[in-house]
C-alpha cells in the first residue's frame, strides 16, 4: 500500500541552505507545503484581507465598475466567469466564485517587449466606492513580492545553485495578488462544477492565505489516487510551486494538481470561504530550460525551453477565455 502524501510545515525563519534542502525533499514527493515564522506583518496582511471581504461585500453594480476589460487579467472577476480547469483543456463548467486581481501595474522607466507584456503590466482597476483598497492591496502585494524572493533564494540553495542564481530571471516579475470570494452555496452545483476545478498553478511559486474554519482546498495524490485535505493552520501560508517551477527542475518537483470543492450539503455553518493567492512568475522574457543540477548524467530534458511570459499569458487566457 502506498504510503498517502504528507504536506508538511516548515518554519523559514533558520539557516536558508537548511530549509532549502527541507523544500527540496518535499517538493521531491508534492508540490506543497505551509510556511510559518515568515515575517509578513500581520497587521498589513489582516488589513487586506478584511477590505477585500468588505469589496465583496459591495454591490454588484459597485463590483461590475472595475470588471476586468476584455482579454484582460486584473480587475473584478464575477460569478462563473473562470473555469480553472479549462487551463488543462478539461471542459468543466463556470467556477463557483469571484475574485479581485492586481499585478505590477505600469512600472516607471520599464519597457514591455511586446503587446502580451505590456497587458501583464497594464494599469490596475480600483473602485471609487472604496479608496482604501488600493493602499492596502499594494502593501501587501510589496509584503508577497518580497517573501517570493527570500523562497526563491531558498530554492536556489535546494537546487544546489547559487542563492542568487534567480535574482535576474524575477526581478521583472509580472506576479499576481488575488482576493477568491466563494458564496455560500444556496442551489445544487451543475454535474462537475466546483469552488476551484483541478488545476496547477502556471509560474514559478504561489503563496496562499486560507480562511481559518474554512476547509476545501485539497491536493491530488496519483499514488493512492486520492485527494488530500490541506486544512488552514492558524499563521502559516501554504506555498505551492507552479508549472514552470516544474519545466526548470525537468519534474524534480512536481506541480501538484489541486482544486477547491464544494461544501457539505446541508451543513449547519455558513459555507462562505475567502482566500488571497499570490501568484508568482519569472520575467516575462526569461527562458525556462531544465538546470544542470536537474539533470542526472545521460539523461535529456523533458520539455523544451519556453519563455515564461507567453507561457503564463496563454495558460490564463484559457482559464478565462
Given at each position: 500500500?502506498?504510503?498517502?502524501?504528507?504536506?508538511?510545515?516548515?518554519?523559514?525563519?533558520?539557516?536558508?541552505?537548511?530549509?532549502?534542502?527541507?523544500?527540496?525533499?518535499?517538493?521531491?514527493?508534492?508540490?506543497?507545503?505551509?510556511?510559518?515564522?515568515?515575517?509578513?506583518?500581520?497587521?498589513?496582511?489582516?488589513?487586506?484581507?478584511?477590505?477585500?471581504?468588505?469589496?465583496?461585500?459591495?454591490?454588484?453594480?459597485?463590483?461590475?465598475?472595475?470588471?476586468?476589460?476584455?482579454?484582460?487579467?486584473?480587475?473584478?472577476?464575477?460569478?462563473?466567469?473562470?473555469?480553472?480547469?479549462?487551463?488543462?483543456?478539461?471542459?468543466?463548467?463556470?467556477?463557483?466564485?469571484?475574485?479581485?486581481?492586481?499585478?505590477?501595474?505600469?512600472?516607471?522607466?520599464?519597457?514591455?517587449?511586446?503587446?502580451?507584456?505590456?497587458?501583464?503590466?497594464?494599469?490596475?482597476?480600483?473602485?471609487?466606492?472604496?479608496?482604501?483598497?488600493?493602499?492596502?492591496?499594494?502593501?501587501?502585494?510589496?509584503?508577497?513580492?518580497?517573501?517570493?524572493?527570500?523562497?526563491?533564494?531558498?530554492?536556489?540553495?535546494?537546487?544546489?545553485?547559487?542563492?542568487?542564481?534567480?535574482?535576474?530571471?524575477?526581478?521583472?516579475?509580472?506576479?499576481?495578488?488575488?482576493?477568491?470570494?466563494?458564496?455560500?452555496?444556496?442551489?445544487?452545483?451543475?454535474?462537475?462544477?466546483?469552488?476551484?476545478?483541478?488545476?496547477?498553478?502556471?509560474?514559478?511559486?504561489?503563496?496562499?492565505?486560507?480562511?481559518?474554519?474554512?476547509?476545501?482546498?485539497?491536493?491530488?495524490?496519483?499514488?493512492?489516487?486520492?485527494?488530500?485535505?490541506?486544512?488552514?493552520?492558524?499563521?502559516?501560508?501554504?506555498?505551492?510551486?507552479?508549472?514552470?517551477?516544474?519545466?526548470?527542475?525537468?519534474?524534480?518537483?512536481?506541480s501538484t494538481l489541486?482544486?477547491?470543492?464544494?461544501?457539505?450539503?446541508?451543513?449547519?455553518?455558513?459555507?462562505?470561504?475567502?482566500?488571497?493567492?499570490?501568484?508568482?512568475?519569472?520575467?516575462?522574457?526569461?527562458?525556462?530550460?531544465?538546470?544542470?543540477?536537474?539533470?542526472?548524467?545521460?539523461?535529456?530534458?523533458?520539455?523544451?525551453?519556453?519563455?515564461?511570459?507567453?507561457?503564463?499569458?496563454?495558460?490564463?487566457?484559457?482559464a478565462v477565455g
Amino acid at each position: 500500500m502506498p504510503t498517502p502524501l504528507a504536506v508538511p510545515t516548515i518554519s523559514i525563519d533558520r539557516d536558508p541552505t537548511v530549509v532549502g534542502r527541507e523544500f527540496d525533499e518535499t517538493l521531491r514527493d508534492v508540490g506543497f507545503f505551509q510556511i510559518i515564522d515568515h515575517g509578513v506583518p500581520d497587521a498589513v496582511a489582516d488589513r487586506c484581507w478584511n477590505v477585500s471581504r468588505n469589496f465583496f461585500d459591495l454591490p454588484l453594480e459597485a463590483k461590475l465598475s472595475v470588471e476586468r476589460p476584455e482579454g484582460g487579467l486584473y480587475g473584478y472577476f464575477p460569478m462563473l466567469a473562470e473555469s480553472l480547469a479549462r487551463s488543462r483543456d478539461d471542459a468543466a463548467p463556470g467556477d463557483l466564485k469571484e475574485s479581485f486581481n492586481m499585478g505590477p501595474g505600469v512600472v516607471p522607466g520599464y519597457q514591455p517587449v511586446d503587446e502580451t507584456e505590456a497587458s501583464l503590466f497594464s494599469p490596475n482597476r480600483w473602485p471609487a466606492a472604496m479608496p482604501e483598497l488600493k493602499a492596502s492591496w499594494e502593501n501587501y502585494y510589496s509584503e508577497m513580492s518580497k517573501l517570493a524572493r527570500r523562497l526563491m533564494s531558498m530554492f536556489a540553495h535546494g537546487l544546489e545553485l547559487s542563492a542568487e542564481f534567480f535574482d535576474d530571471k524575477i526581478d521583472h516579475s509580472p506576479s499576481a495578488l488575488r482576493a477568491i470570494n466563494y458564496p455560500e452555496q444556496d442551489a445544487s452545483p451543475a454535474d462537475g462544477q466546483l469552488r476551484a476545478g483541478a488545476h496547477t498553478d502556471y509560474g514559478t511559486l504561489t503563496i496562499l492565505r486560507q480562511e481559518m474554519g474554512r476547509a476545501g482546498l485539497q491536493v491530488r495524490d496519483e499514488k493512492t489516487n486520492s485527494w488530500i485535505d490541506i486544512p488552514p493552520t492558524p499563521g502559516a501560508l501554504v506555498i505551492n510551486i507552479g508549472d514552470l517551477m516544474a519545466r526548470w527542475t525537468n519534474d524534480r518537483w512536481t506541480s501538484t494538481l489541486h482544486r477547491v470543492v464544494n461544501p457539505d450539503a446541508g451543513t449547519a455553518v455558513s459555507t462562505r470561504r475567502q482566500s488571497m493567492p499570490f501568484f508568482h512568475n519569472a520575467n516575462y522574457s526569461a527562458l525556462v530550460e531544465c538546470l544542470p543540477s536537474c539533470l542526472a548524467a545521460g539523461d535529456t530534458p523533458k520539455y523544451e525551453p519556453v519563455l515564461a511570459g507567453p507561457h503564463l499569458a496563454g495558460k490564463s487566457h484559457k482559464a478565462v477565455g
